[in-house]
């Protein structure tokens, strides 16, 4: 079962454009989430995350939106950056259910054409 | 600036054979977690670990996998009899008591023949 879904494999976008990265979820008990990257060999980086009692959090080039009612998020980048190019994952968890275990995506992979 | 370290990287090990992988999560961290991902499918969590206690498992943590914190520094996975369907890349991470963000190793890519 595909409790967070992200349903684009990959995305290509020109350097210096807006990347978006969508996820989907249908756990309604998730209510915190968080976007890692991960470039090949290594572990996941932790990115940006939000709250469910948030809409947007934003950190320099990387803005997470969370629409709660469509069970929907995203991660903006802007401006794109070549080293940006990686698999984006993104992870839910149920923290007031008392569960910190995160349920991940099965990732975007991200290329950022200079 | 701290990060998780796995050991070792690779681990090729034949079916049936017992192995460890190892951790060190960042010091000032009081929760562990083990997760590992099979080649093309998505990071799954096995389990959590805190206060020298298994505090969440999943159904893939089964009989065949055990965790130990055997000192204040090192966290260990141990599967006890390998099977071809373990062959993953296994991932450490810990976090701190007030944060929600877990910290992941490099991981440990396990083959199983």
């Known amino acids: 079962d595909q409790q967070v879904k992200q349903n684009s494999p990959s995305l290509s976008v020109q350097e210096g454009r807006i990347s978006i990265l969508n996820c989907d979820y249908t756990?309604?008990?998730?209510?915190?989430f968080l976007w890692y990257k991960k470039y090949p060999a290594e572990g996941p980086t932790f990115l940006i995350s939000?709250?469910?009692?948030?809409d947007k959090n934003e950190d320099g080039r990387f803005t997470v939106f969370l629409n709660k009612s469509a069970k929907h998020l995203s991660l903006h980048i802007v401006p794109s950056q070549p080293g940006d190019s990686a698999v984006y994952f993104c992870?839910?968890?149920?923290?007031?259910?008392?569960?910190?275990?995160?349920?991940f995506g099965k990732g975007t992979k991200l290329s950022v054409i200079p | 600036e701290p990060e998780v370290t796995q050991t070792p990287s690779h681990q090729v090990t034949q079916m049936g054979q017992e192995v460890i992988l190892r951790c060190v999560p960042i010091?000032?961290?009081?929760?562990f977690y083990w997760y590992r991902q099979i080649l093309g499918q998505k990071v799954e969590f096995l389990v959590s670990?805190?206060?020298?206690?298994?505090?969440?498992k999943s159904e893939i943590f089964d009989d065949q996998f055990s965790v130990e914190r055997p000192d204040g520094s090192n966290f260990t996975l141990k599967i006890r009899s390998t099977k071809l369907e373990d062959s993953a890349m296994y991932f450490c991470?810990?976090?701190?008591?007030?944060?929600?963000?877990?910290?992941f190793g490099q991981g440990t890519r396990l083959t199983v023949v």
């Open positions: 670990f805190y206060n020298n206690e298994i505090s969440e």
């Open positions: 991470a810990s976090r701190v008591y007030s944060s929600t963000e877990a910290f």
């Open positions: 010091s000032n961290h009081l929760y």
């Open positions: 756990n309604s008990m998730f209510d915190y």
């Open positions: 939000i709250s469910s009692i948030k």
């Open positions: 992870a839910a968890s149920a923290i007031g259910a008392g569960s910190y275990q995160l349920t």
